[in-house]
């Protein structure tokens, strides 16, 4: 079915090691997008990315790489993962061709634990 | 540096209360406006947005929300709550030009049957 999907949606890794969350839409939209959700903060956006090799930082990107080699995959690595990485991330994506008024579509979340 | 304000941080409403949820964005340019929903255990799903014209948009499930420029605020409503609108509510904003949002800390709503 089309779609985003996130892989995987549970993980729980220790201190320092590296995590990659997985990201894959299939309406080759172009802009897609990295958010946290942590209480009290709602999502608070981690990197975007506007076209394949493209990528921008958002409001948190600190300990955070992403890459963009294909339309359709946008993932996210945890270079060294610590505990306040402790979150649910989710991921987005939109189709800037349909104007400014075209809501994000959210993927199902990776809730990732940092211990 | 712009934000998006949501003042309810939890509601508790018995079914058929009425529901007003507050939101207020500190930008004085152009703006596109979302509610979006979060039932629990799922993803985010858009409720309604704003972009221009009509400042009362009506969304899916019975709710609707107002635009008051001079406010800065995009307040979502429903008249008659049920138990299955129990999620997390998040306000998110556009800015100008920008593709990116601004959400909201989030309203958590649990109804009461």
């Known amino acids: 079915d089309a779609g985003i999907t996130q892989s995987p949606r549970y993980k729980i890794t220790e201190t320092g090691r590296q995590v990659t969350l997985m990201c894959h839409q299939t309406w080759s939209h172009s802009y897609m997008f990295w958010y946290r959700q942590d209480l009290g903060h709602g999502l608070r956006l981690i990197y975007y990315?506007?076209?394949?090799?493209?990528?921008d930082k958002g409001e948190v990107p600190d300990g955070y790489v992403v890459s963009r080699s294909k339309t359709e995959n946008f993932p996210l690595t945890l270079e060294s993962a610590t505990r306040s990485q402790t979150s649910v991330y989710f991921c987005?994506?939109?189709?800037?061709?349909?104007?400014?008024?075209?809501?994000?579509?959210f993927g199902p979340g990776t809730r990732l634990t940092v211990t | 540096a712009q934000s998006v304000s949501q003042h309810n941080h939890h509601v508790i409403l018995s079914e058929a209360a009425s529901l007003e949820l507050g939101c207020n964005y500190s930008?004085?340019?152009?703006?596109?406006l979302f509610w979006y929903v979060q039932y629990p255990g799922q993803h985010l799903q858009l409720l309604l947005k704003y972009f221009s014209g009509d400042p009362l948009v009506k969304g899916i499930k019975g709710f609707e929300a107002e635009f008051i420029k001079s406010k800065f605020s995009f307040n979502l409503r429903k008249p008659s709550v049920q138990w299955s609108d129990t999620a997390e509510y998040f306000c998110a904003v556009g800015m100008d030009s920008s593709y990116k949002l601004i959400f909201g800390s989030g309203t958590r709503l649990l109804v009461r049957p």
């Open positions: 990315s506007a076209a394949a090799d493209i990528t």
């Open positions: 987005a994506s939109r189709d800037p061709g349909q104007g400014l008024s075209y809501e994000q579509y």
């Open positions: 930008y004085g340019g152009t703006v596109n």
